[in-house]
C-alpha cells in the first residue's frame, strides 16, 4: 500500500476542540518531530459529524480542518461502547454528555450509561479512537484502535478525561481515571490507532 508520510519538522493542525485529546495526541506526536497547532488556536469551525462510524466522522474533522488551513490535519474521533447496548453510546459519545446549556458533563454520561446497563450481567465495554490524517489536496490516510475491559460503578480516579474513571482495561485492576497517563498511553484506544499511524505516515 502507498501511505503518505509527513516529513520531519512539518506544521500539522490537530482538529480537535477537546483539550484532553489534544493534551493526549500531542503527547504522542512530541517524540517525532512534528510540529502542531490546534484548530482552536486557529479558529477553526467545528464540522457537524453526521457519519456512523469513527473512521467516517474522523475523515470529516481532517478534511475540513486541512482545507480550512491549508495544513495536513489530523482528527481523532472516538467513544466508549458497552456490550450489552449493542455498542452504544459509540459515535454518539460525546452528545451522551450533553446538557441543555450546550455544555458538557461526563459525571452526567457516566451515570447514564451506568443506568441503561446496570440490569445486564455482561460488563464488557471498550473504547474506540479513530485516527485520521488528511491533506489540503483532499489525500487521506485512517487507522483505527481498540481498548478492551469492562465499565465499573462508581468511578475512580482523577486522570485522563471523559469516561475514563469507569473504564477498567483487561489485566488491569486500576481505572484509566487513576493511572498514570504515561500508563495509559501504552494501552490505549489512542495508542493503538498512532501506533498504526507512526508506522505508516509518521516521518522515518
Ligand atoms: P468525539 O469528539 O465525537 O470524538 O467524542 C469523543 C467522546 O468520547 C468524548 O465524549 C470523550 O470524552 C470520549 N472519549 C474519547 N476518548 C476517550 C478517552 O481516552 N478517555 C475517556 N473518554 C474518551
Known amino acids: 500500500m502507498n501511505h ?10 490537530i482538529a480537535t476542540h ?8 500531542a503527547a504522542l506526536l512530541a517524540p ?45 474521533d472516538s467513544g466508549f461502547s458497552v456490550a450489552a447496548l449493542a455498542g452504544a453510546p459509540g459515535v454518539r459519545t460525546a452528545d451522551w454528555a450533553m446538557q441543555p446549556d450546550g455544555s458538557r458533563d461526563y459525571a452526567d454520561a457516566m451515570r447514564k450509561v451506568m443506568e441503561a446497563a446496570q440490569e445486564f450481567e455482561d460488563r464488557t465495554a ?14 487521506v490516510e485512517g487507522f483505527e484502535g481498540r481498548a478492551m475491559g469492562h465499565w465499573v ?10 469516561y475514563d474513571p ?16 504515561a500508563e495509559k498511553h ?12 507512526s508506522a505508516a505516515c509518521l516521518p522515518r
Open 166 to 181: 469507569m473504564f477498567v482495561p483487561n489485566g488491569r485492576d486500576e481505572t484509566f481515571g487513576e493511572m498514570d497517563p
Open 4 to 13: 503518505r508520510r509527513l516529513a520531519r519538522g512539518e506544521r500539522i493542525v
Open 18 to 25: 477537546n483539550k484532553g485529546k489534544l493534551r493526549e495526541v
Open 153 to 162: 460503578w462508581p468511578p475512580r480516579g482523577q486522570h485522563g478525561f471523559g
Open 186 to 197: 501504552r494501552i490505549s484506544h489512542r495508542a493503538a490507532a498512532f501506533a498504526l499511524l
Open 32 to 76: 517525532h518531530g512534528i510540529e502542531t497547532v490546534s484548530a482552536g488556536e486557529l479558529n477553526l469551525p467545528e464540522p457537524e459529524e453526521t457519519e456512523e462510524s469513527f473512521l467516517g466522522n474522523a475523515r470529516i474533522k481532517a478534511m475540513a480542518a486541512a482545507r480550512a488551513a491549508g495544513l495536513p490535519a489530523l482528527a481523532d
Open 126 to 139: 471498550w473504547f474506540s479512537c479513530a485516527l485520521v490524517l488528511a491533506w489540503p489536496d483532499g489525500h
